[in-house]
């Protein structure tokens, strides 16, 4: 840890202490009179702001020196030898759809066309037809090369939340499919040696489907700055694409409508999952519209977390986490359980772990703010709830035309996603009723 990220840290540490005596104080008046002092309240507000725009920094420091590292890393892994043929083999088995185990790659070809790539985005097709061949694809563009698609995909994990913790797989078909065990097989019991036995109860399996969708980036620049030797086109292109695609995708796993597009885990209705009716998400209620429940005593205004906490099946705890925006974590953090602590924690001997109840807090800016009926909060074991489905390519065309003097970079991904165990995720609804 740096000395800066140090100093940042001793300032959260003791802006939460200042929080938490303030927020007591308010507790105290509430509990008192019915109301905090408006004053009182306001510097409660401000300390919780200040939390989360150290908590900001510490993170900003941490993917700094992440990416730092990262970059050393990958300094020596060079463009020939082995890290050059299994490039050329997932290039190959992208574009022909041949599994990459049994791929026999031209390393020739190959490193041609990454050379001719690169001269295709600055300068279009000319003089590069032939080695671009073997990387065309019939609906128009060409195929990023796989250091730059990984490199774009790695951005798109680091920045991303739900790639974060929910279970992502590349394919390279149009859909993914699987099942679910929906209840257990009966067992036969205990019987003497003689006694008949009975056929036992199969188990009942539910099937998913999750098919891909295209989504699209357009970044655009000048042919100046492509003409200009020292302007590194393709790192230019890794960080505009990921960037815009995320912001797309981010949305769609949490409120996608599935047409066209991910299906959102925000979007299924409330039920408890059965052998009959098993695509339903529980809900468990706040106790008050738009609001932690406010009536009663405040050390009881957290009850419905806990509540969530023990209505997840003991399968899914291990490793369970909660996802929600910054402003629901804010108002998560003014919260005591009944015995007076308090249910948001931050382990300062370990960088920026944010805990609530004992699991950690992931931060997703597209989960909706607190509003009345409103889902704001999840909790549950991400990887085993949903389902993030790749497929393998990400094509660019090159568009001179359209908004001269800009160039533009028509590049298309598919993406699906979809929800796969929905006993193994949690929402609240800020209402009084879980529907």
Not at 241 to 253: K, M, P, R, S, V
Not at 290 to 304: H, V
Not at 371 to 397: C, E, H, M, P, Q
Request: with cysteine; aromatic share 10%.
């Amino acid at each position: 840890m740096d000395e800066e990220t140090r100093k940042v840290l001793e300032e959260l540490k003791k802006a939460f202490a200042e929080f938490k005596t303030a927020n007591d104080e308010r507790i105290a008046q509430v509990e008192a009179r019915g109301h905090a002092d408006p004053l009182l309240a306001e510097r409660v507000d401000k300390l919780n702001e200040e939390i989360s725009g150290l908590q900001d920094q510490v993170e900003d420091a941490t993917a700094t020196a992440v990416e730092a590292s990262k970059l050393v890393q990958r300094g020596g892994l060079g463009g020939t030898g082995d890290a050059a043929l299994e490039d050329a083999r997932k290039f190959y088995s992208m574009v022909t759809g041949i599994a990459i185990e049994d791929v026999q790659p031209d390393l020739q070809a190959y490193q041609a066309y990454r050379k001719a790539f690169v001269g295709y985005l600055r300068k279009g097709q000319k003089g590069y037809q032939n080695a671009l061949e073997v990387g065309s694809d019939p609906g128009g563009g060409y195929y990023v090369t796989p250091d730059t698609s990984g490199e774009i995909v790695n951005l798109m994990y680091e920045t991303s939340p739900m790639r974060a913790i929910c279970s992502v797989q590349a394919i390279g078909t149009d859909a993914l499919e699987g099942i679910n065990r929906l209840t257990q097989a009966a067992s036969g019991g205990w019987v003497s040696e003689t006694a008949a036995r009975t056929a036992t109860t199969e188990p009942t399996i539910g099937g998913w489907r999750i098919p891909v969708h295209e989504q699209y980036a357009y970044p655009e620049t000048t042919q100046k700055m492509l003409d200009d030797s020292n302007f590194d086109i393709e790192g230019w292109l890794t960080a505009e694409i990921a960037e815009i695609l995320i912001f797309t995708e981010n949305a769609a796993f949490l409120t996608g409508t599935g047409v066209g597009q991910p299906r959102g885990l925000l979007t299924y209705g409330h039920g408890v999952p059965s052998s009959t009716t098993w695509n339903v998400i529980e809900r468990i209620p706040s106790g008050a519209a738009g609001a932690f429940l406010t009536t009663g005593s405040p050390g009881t205004s957290g009850d419905a977390l806990i509540t969530t906490v023990y209505s997840l099946k003991a399968p899914y705890v291990q490793g369970a986490q909660w996802l929600m925006n910054r402003t629901t974590e804010a108002e998560a953090r003014k919260l005591k359980d009944g015995q007076g602590n308090y249910m948001w924690q931050m382990d300062f001997q370990n960088f920026n772990a944010m805990t609530l109840l004992g699991f950690p807090i992931v931060r997703a800016e597209d989960m909706p703010a607190i509003a009345a009926n409103s889902l704001s909060v999840a909790f549950g074991n991400f990887a085993r709830a949903y389902k993030i489905v790749d497929r393998t390519g990400i094509r660019v065309l090159r568009d001179p035309f359209t908004n001269k003097p800009y160039v533009g970079f028509y590049t298309t991904k598919r993406v699906g996603g979809d929800v796969i165990n929905f006993e193994a995720v949690k929402l609240i609804r800020f209402a009084t009723a879980a529907s």
